[in-house]
């Protein structure tokens, strides 16, 4: 199945943190997205592996993700070697992503910055002929390299290189993050206080939407780094508010 984005998390549930409201957006334009957690989030401190794929499964359905699956790396423990960059290349050629979105290349948890590196390596060597791997039937699968790699902005703040206008689709983004009930704050949960589950980590959420939105004059936006220049077919691109 050819998509058109692929979102790439090392977190199930980063990837709703991160770009949902921009894939909400594609998905409402007719693109056709997946999403690919690298790991199962085991070392997370509330609830399970089997509910972290119940919500994983719960926020595709808000997104309208036509794929989402799971790599089983080790949680907090993956590399970034060749190992691991020939899974990440098994998925880039069989979606054939034109734009993948990843996590950025730095953040507080570790985990987001390595992978980050991980899928830029294997976006790159993806591209390359003699670089061989084979899919679930064993064929040997062709070559493929995104032409875009997107890191989104998560926990650290970094300037971005482009900003989306997500407005229009900021309350299914909220309502896909807090398909992860298990993991944000819910008054009803007994389960023990976490960095993420205090009720100020879903109000920082909403004010770095805003942060963002005021700088190029919507209401609510998401961030994203990139190596390379974006290039627009376009002016239609440019939101135009004045700011
Ligand atoms: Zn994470």
Same mark, same amino acid.
């Given at each position: 199945?050819?998509?058109?984005?692929?979102?790439?998390?090392?977190?199930?549930?980063?990837?709703?943190?991160?770009?949902?409201?921009?894939?909400?957006?594609?998905?409402?334009?007719?693109?056709?997205?997946?999403?690919?957690?690298?790991?199962?989030?085991?070392?997370?401190?509330?609830?399970?592996?089997?509910?972290?794929?119940?919500?994983?499964?719960?926020?595709?359905?808000?997104?309208?993700?036509?794929?989402?699956?799971?790599?089983?790396?080790?949680?907090?423990?993956?590399?970034?070697?060749?190992?691991?960059?020939?899974?990440?290349?098994?998925?880039?050629?069989?979606?054939?992503?034109?734009?993948?979105?990843?996590?950025?290349?730095?953040?507080?948890?570790?985990?987001?910055?390595?992978?980050?590196?991980?899928?830029? !390596? +294997?976006?790159?060597?993806?591209?390359?002929?003699?670089? &061989?791997? *084979?899919?679930?039937?064993? /064929? $040997?699968?062709?070559?493929?390299?995104?032409?875009?790699?997107?890191?989104?902005?998560?926990?650290?703040?970094?300037?971005?290189?482009?900003?989306?206008?997500?407005?229009?689709?900021?309350?299914?983004?909220?309502?896909?993050?807090?398909?992860?009930?298990?993991?944000?704050?819910?008054?009803?949960?007994?389960?023990?206080?976490?960095?993420?589950?205090?009720?100020?980590?879903? !109000? +920082?959420?909403?004010?770095?939407?805003?942060?963002?939105? &005021?700088? *190029?004059?919507?209401?609510? /936006? $998401?961030?994203?780094?990139?190596?390379?220049?974006?290039?627009?077919?376009?002016?239609?691109?440019?939101?135009?508010?004045?700011?």
């Amino acid at each position: 199945m050819k998509l058109d984005v692929l979102a790439i998390g090392v977190h199930p549930d980063d990837v709703e943190l991160g770009c949902s409201g921009t894939l909400i957006k594609e998905v409402k334009r007719g693109k056709t997205v997946g999403i690919v957690d690298l790991t199962e989030g085991e070392l997370g401190t509330r609830g399970t592996v089997e509910t972290r794929y119940q919500e994983a499964a719960d926020a595709s359905k808000i997104i309208g993700a036509v794929a989402r699956e799971n790599l089983q790396m080790r949680d907090g423990f993956f590399k970034n070697d060749e190992e691991h960059q020939m899974k990440v290349i098994q998925v880039l050629r069989k979606y054939q992503p034109e734009i993948v979105i990843a996590n950025i290349l730095e953040d507080r948890h570790p985990d987001h910055g390595r992978a980050g590196h991980l899928v830029y !390596d +294997a976006c790159f060597l993806s591209g390359l002929k003699q670089v &061989k791997t *084979i899919d679930e039937k064993g /064929a $040997e699968q062709e070559k493929w390299r995104p032409k875009y790699l997107l890191h989104f902005i998560q926990d650290r703040f970094y300037e971005p290189d482009v900003i989306v206008d997500i407005t229009d689709a900021f309350e299914q983004k909220m309502a896909s993050i807090k398909a992860y009930t298990t993991q944000f704050f819910s008054s009803s949960s007994t389960e023990p206080e976490t960095y993420i589950s205090k009720p100020d980590f879903l !109000d +920082a959420i909403v004010a770095r939407a805003r942060v963002l939105g &005021k700088r *190029i004059g919507v209401q609510f /936006a $998401e961030g994203f780094l990139s190596k390379k220049n974006i290039g627009i077919a376009n002016l239609d691109a440019l939101v135009l508010q004045e700011t």
